[in-house]
């Protein structure tokens, strides 16, 4: 069977990870016979993409989908949800219903990315990415069978990527162990200087990501007895090549961070690159202690990790090739696709949807997060423009 899908995503970014898991999810699926990809805005786009990519609103969707006579609509939920509802408020206007598929890419339940009670009601289904957001127990009043896990696998082309760059561009061992990570930069813990301070020389780190940086500046800026490298963003050969060159991947993430299973993760791995890992439970789904990680119990322990890897050569290199075994072996695309084509099938041959109530308790968190948020900008634009009047 073929499907042809408009897919929704609030903000097209090449280099964002829910944006390529999108397009992994299409170049990878065979059975996508047609697709357009509507957005509100781009960030970073492909010239490839021209024509597939479409800034607009609500009714711009409605009309596409019926013009072009589309099957589904598959929305993924990152940051943001204004599509969504515009979407939704244009379908209730002219009593349309089409199918809908909702992918979750982040952790359900952080505050400023929860889950709309518009997107669970008028998702004809919903997918979490890794378990920890399908237990998610403030979501356990979503039926089963609404509700599925499906992990996000690496696409051929992402993975010819980090194998071209394992053979053109080969790691280079240095006098030094070189630490790094690769994030946004809003998920580097406050402490992560205070971690790096206890690791044992010789020692550098590598920070790559987009964000806020000024913090990291000072923090950096008052070390002078090692070396610590800030990047911004990179495209994605650049980014695989500054990954190939660390020793360790230090991935240390705060408690509540907002991570799923975490592609950059996985990118470490698939490059043989020996993780030690501190954070939520979301990440760990990849990893197994002592045979393709190392899992830090608490703060305290990442700095011993650290110290027992740097010294153990042979330990590095059999966890790095155990890292890359099971991420192919656990999250193959292949499987991904399997288990989405199963779902645009049922979605297109029973068309059902799943009337419940929403829970009260969840209706007053939701809005109540949702007016703190908007509180605080309006408090963070209302300051930054009696700065600016004093400039």
């Known amino acids: 069977m073929s499907y042809k899908i408009i897919f929704c995503i609030e903000t097209f970014n090449v280099g964002g990870g829910a944006t390529i898991a999108l397009m992994s999810l299409i170049k990878n699926n065979p059975e996508i016979k047609d697709y357009v990809i509507f957005c509100r805005n781009i960030i970073r786009n492909e010239r490839t993409l021209e024509g597939k990519i479409i ?48 992918t979750i890419c982040q952790k359900p339940s952080c505050k400023s990315l929860l889950l709309s009670p518009c997107e669970i009601r008028y998702s004809n289904h919903l997918v979490f990415i890794d378990k920890a957001a399908y237990n998610d127990a403030l979501f356990q009043f979503i039926p089963n069978s609404k509700k599925s896990m499906i992990y996000f696998g690496f696409g051929w082309d992402l993975l010819e990527v980090i194998d071209k760059v394992r053979k053109n561009t080969p790691y280079v061992k240095t006098n030094q162990i070189i630490y790094g990570r690769g994030s946004s930069l809003n998920k580097c813990p406050k402490d992560m200087f205070d971690v790096f301070d206890k690791i044992n020389y010789p020692k550098s780190f590598i920070i790559v990501g987009g964000g806020k940086k000024q913090w990291i500046i000072r923090e950096i800026n008052k070390r002078k007895k090692y070396s610590v490298k800030l990047i911004d963003n990179l495209r994605y050969e650049e980014w695989i090549k500054v990954l190939n060159s660390f020793d360790v ?143």
């Not at 013009?67 to 598959?74: A, M």
């Not at 695309?333 to 084509?341: F, G, K, L, P, S």
């Open 55 to 102: 800034v607009g609103k609500g009714n711009d969707i409605l009309s596409f989908f019926q013009r072009k006579k589309f099957d589904l609509i598959h929305w993924f939920k990152a940051n943001g949800n204004c599509l969504f509802e515009d979407l939704i408020k244009e379908m209730c206007k002219y009593e349309w219903r089409f199918p809908i598929l909702t």
């Open 249 to 391: 991947f230090l991935y240390y993430l705060p408690l509540k961070a907002y991570s799923s299973i975490d592609g950059t993760l996985g990118e470490a791995m698939l490059l043989q690159k020996p993780v030690i890992y501190y954070g939520p439970e979301a990440p760990k789904e990849r990893l197994i202690h002592g045979y393709n990680s190392l899992i830090a119990n608490n703060k305290e322990e990442i700095s011993v990790l650290c110290n027992k890897l740097a010294k153990d050569e042979e330990m590095r290199l059999q966890l790095g090739l155990k890292a890359r075994e099971t991420t192919l072996e656990n999250f193959s695309i292949e499987t991904t696709i399997d288990a989405y084509n199963i779902l645009y099938n049922k979605l297109l041959t029973k068309k059902e949807f799943i009337h419940f109530d929403m829970p009260f308790f969840y209706l007053c968190h939701y809005y109540m997060c949702k007016q703190y948020f908007l509180l605080k900008r309006k408090l963070f634009d209302f300051v930054k423009k009696i700065m600016l009047k004093k400039l």
